[in-house]
């Protein structure tokens, strides 16, 4: 599709477009090198055979590109048991886990380490303070608002234990399975996978609800996003029911566990509870 997009705006925008030939003037004249792309742009006729084709394969070409920042401090944080090769797969997970989008975004923005925290803040403002905003004097970089802080940290313990009581694994408390759904090391089955995949999704996104704010993450917040989702989610697996006949649903095989420990939880004994 996405091809096919770019197939119809080379087609039809850039044969009118007067910037199309100064921009490629302008690299000639610094003397610079034109991309695959742009030297396609430079060859381009409108009976240009297999030029669907040529743009499919540069879009799908990866690049040899050095490690991007988040990469380098994820690496440092899991002390080396999160390399470059493993993101293919972290990524993939993604995808794999939930077509909620919500779920994606948070995801996207965790793992690209997208949030400003009290040290990246009294950095921009002089004036402002490095401590975590949970008041343990501790200095608020990434990892610790995140992972280490002790009330954050209570909480992914219980969601630990909550993991025990649904799918009866035990998971290691590591942030690169907590923080990044990272189970290179874990036999998971694809039920498993895909229910644990949800499970932390919803505790990061429960998180990320107080992640500037005193109070603790609360287990009852949990329990409701764990419910959105499944909403949402039954919504997602039914329109892609009514659009193929082909698609395959696995709601059943990612939430029937889950499902089956949320009618189980009363929520007045829950209702104080981290």
Known sequence: M?????????????????LYNSHLKSHHLLHTQLTEFETLLRIYDPTMKKLLSLIYQLLNRIPDTKPLHYQIQWQKDTQDRVLLEHWPLIW?????????????????KLYTRWYLTPYKLANIYKTYSDKCWKHCDSQGIFLHCWWSCPQIFKFWKLIQQKIHCILK???????EVFLLSFFNDL????????SLSILLAAAQMVVASSWNKKHPPFLRHWY???LDAYVMDKISDYLKCRESVCYT???DMTWSKIL???GSVDPLTHRNML
């Open 2 to 18: 996405l091809c096919l997009a770019v197939y119809l705006l080379f087609c039809a925008f850039i044969p009118s477009c007067s």
């Open 92 to 108: 993939a997970s993604v995808n794999n886990c939930s077509s909620i989008f919500n779920v994606k975004f948070q995801t996207l």
């Open 169 to 175: 694994l035990d998971i290691p408390l590591l942030p």
């Open 187 to 194: 036999d998971l089955s694809e039920r498993e996978e895909r």
């Open 224 to 226: 409701g996003k764990l």
């Open 249 to 251: 649903s696995k709601l």
């Open 260 to 262: 089956t420990f949320l």
